[in-house]
């Protein structure tokens, strides 16, 4: 395990790494039979709208119960421009900015309140939403639902529809993944994880937790329609039950599930999303809730931090086995340092320490 | 998408010490009277004291100050600007910079992020430049980095910059609280309690930490304490305050053998027999 952290930081073995990867992300749909290439598009498509939840929940802290109600609209967006002819590229900007504005304008009511409401008022949105999508069926198409087929691929590419869509899907779903990368690192991250631990320190800091919430919310709601673009692309078909609110507890769970505050637990948890269903599934037809329910407590009660964390734990356990006690008595490392008697030692202490983490990572 | 606040430099306007002024500043909490008729003035580059009893008021007019609270009447101008009332983000533009009583460390966080926090209003750009990572953000944030990692190895904190906060004791996280102020480039300076917890070591280590920023920087310091070892040695002047009255105004060392203050903070009879 060592050995592996300390060959992945150097910048080089990085970059091939990720060359290597996007190499196999191209070429992968050429080879992989097509229902394999349509479970990855739809992790893609859930992967992004966790992407966004955890911007908003994971790293500010704020609980978005309706993150499916962006995705819905950003797909009803997208069927509605398809429908009405418009350039396909305007249809992806639509999707993004319509769901954005619309996020931007609960965020301003509801971050104003504080304290739960948010979570209310996103509760309040794929309950009101269906019922809405149902009634505007001039938009819509009411409760039958409306489709769009635009992700054919075209003659002059040689490909399957499924590879193409899967194309489609990666070109968006990495450049939402590497933007979000780089929001979370830097002034933002930070301004989002202070708010998070503790309001009074971000507004010391310059930061105002109202804003910064309304920023989480609005790149949430963008990502949440770049989600529903994707669906579109994919199943090319859309109706209210696309937003219900069981959806949204759902991508919630598959966010805590992946790794709350992390780029890559959003990864994992869209794959969370699509393979729980078929695995439960598999098992037993009849007992799908239980079996899933028994999966999230199982994931919650050995990983809390999510799956994402699973290195770092089987690291943790390695070396309890290969050191079951620390030098010379001193506190182990997950622990704080308790309350110093002279500054000399509290040094000491945390020279040693600081030794053990130099030669980890 | 946000319009993105108006940010200051990476070279740090704040250079210049701030002055700060009260007049007739009051707060009351429904019937309380937690504060009254509170005036005084901070001149620039001054380390001024704020001392009194516990209850006496301190900490509420350290929170009007740094706008947490709004007082009820008064004026509070910082380099003559009104702030009373002014929502305590915005204090942080006028350059303004606070530690707190109970250090507010992100424990998760390495100690490095910590001290960038304080960096914030010093970075430019937009959520839409840092998304595209821009280049004049990357090297903004290469810069702030390089900077905060500097301030760490002055004070000898180097060896943690890596380390989770939550992982240094009580004492360290003072210190980390304060690097992250200073980050800031304040042009005034709340240090709220910065004694409490800490050992005799620590406090004297602190002293020195204090003069020696005075000593380089323009910067004005206001200090909320009861150690009174620790004001007569650093600050110019202080306000004692007492059930939210200011009692009197001078060197800590008048404070001292003022007889009011020995009945405050002792009681009436030990003042008399002291007396």
Not at chain 1, 88 to 97: E, K, R
Request: charged share 15%; aromatic share 8%.
């Amino acid at each position: 395990m060592r050995t592996i952290s300390a060959v992945l930081a150097n910048r080089s073995v990085r970059a091939s790494l990720i060359a290597v990867v996007a190499i196999a992300l191209i070429v992968a749909p050429l080879i992989l039979p097509a229902f394999t290439n349509q479970t990855l598009v739809r992790i893609g498509v859930y992967a992004v709208a966790i992407l966004g939840l955890n911007i908003v929940m994971g790293y500010t802290g704020q609980v978005n119960l309706g993150q499916i109600f962006f995705v819905g609209l950003g797909a009803y967006v997208a069927a509605y421009g398809v429908n009405h002819d418009w350039n396909i590229l305007l249809v992806f900007v639509a999707a993004c900015v319509i769901p954005g504005i619309v996020g931007l304008f609960v965020a301003l009511a509801a971050a104003r309140l504080g304290g739960l409401a948010i979570a209310m008022v996103t509760i309040a949105l794929p309950i009101v939403g269906v019922p809405l999508a149902k009634r505007l069926d001039e938009f819509t198409g009411g409760s039958q639902g409306t489709s769009a087929r635009f992700t054919d691929a075209p003659d002059w590419s040689g490909l399957y529809n499924d590879q193409w869509q899967f194309y489609i899907v990666l070109l968006v779903t990495a450049a939402a993944f590497l933007l979000a990368r780089n929001l979370v690192r830097g002034r933002y991250g930070r301004s989002f994880g202070v708010v998070r631990e503790n309001e009074a320190v971000a507004a010391s800091m310059g930061i105002s937790p109202y804003r910064t919430k309304v920023l989480a919310f609005t790149v949430a709601s963008i990502f949440g329609g770049a989600s529903g673009f994707l669906y579109l692309a994919a199943v090319q078909y859309t109706s209210p039950e696309t937003l219900s609110f069981g959806h949204s507890i759902s991508l919630v769970a598959a966010m805590v599930i992946g790794g709350a505050g992390s780029i890559t637990g959003a990864l994992i948890g869209g794959a969370y999303y699509v393979f729980v269903p078929q695995l439960t599934n598999a098992i037993d037809p009849n007992l799908t809730a239980i079996s899933q329910g028994a999966i999230l407590l199982a994931v919650l009660f050995l990983l809390p931090q999510g799956l994402v964390s699973l290195p770092r734990v089987i690291r943790r356990l390695a070396r309890r086995r290969t050191a079951p006690s620390t030098p010379s008595g001193k506190p182990p490392q997950n622990s704080p340092v308790h309350h110093p008697t002279t500054e000399a030692a509290v040094r000491e202490g945390l020279e040693t320490q600081r030794g053990k983490i130099d030669h980890e990572d | 998408m946000i319009a993105p606040i108006p940010s200051i430099d990476a070279t740090g306007r704040y250079r210049v010490a701030a002055s700060l002024s009260l007049k007739g500043v009051n707060l009351h909490f429904g019937g309380v009277k937690v504060l009254q008729e509170v005036s005084f003035h901070v001149e620039p580059g001054a380390i001024f004291g704020l001392v009194g009893p516990n209850g006496a008021g301190k900490t509420s007019l350290f929170n009007c100050i740094s706008g947490h609270y709004k007082p009820n009447s008064g004026s509070i101008t910082i380099s003559g600007t009104e702030v009373s009332g002014s929502a305590p983000y915005s204090l942080a533009r006028l350059g303004l910079a606070r530690t707190f009583q109970q250090p507010a460390l992100l424990l998760h966080a390495s100690v490095l992020e910590n001290v960038l926090l304080g960096g914030h209003i010093r970075l430019p750009g937009g959520p839409v430049s840092w998304a595209l990572r821009l280049p004049y953000t990357a090297r903004a944030e290469r810069g702030i980095r390089a900077e905060a990692l500097e301030l760490l190895n002055r004070a000898g904190l180097g060896w943690a910059a890596n380390l989770p906060a939550g992982e240094l004791s009580h004492g360290l996280h003072k210190g980390v609280e304060l690097w992250r102020a200073l980050l800031s480039k304040p042009a005034l300076l709340l240090l709220d309690e910065p004694a409490a917890g800490l050992s005799h070591g620590e406090v004297e280590q602190f002293i020195q930490t204090v003069r020696r920023i005075r000593a380089e920087q323009d910067i004005t310091i206001i200090i909320v304490e009861h150690h009174m070892g620790l004001i007569s040695a650093l600050t110019d002047r202080v306000v004692v305050l007492d059930h939210g009255r200011k009692l009197m105004e001078g060197t800590a060392a008048e404070a001292q053998s003022d007889p009011r203050v020995i009945e405050a903070y002792i009681g009436k009879d030990a003042a008399d027999d002291a007396a």
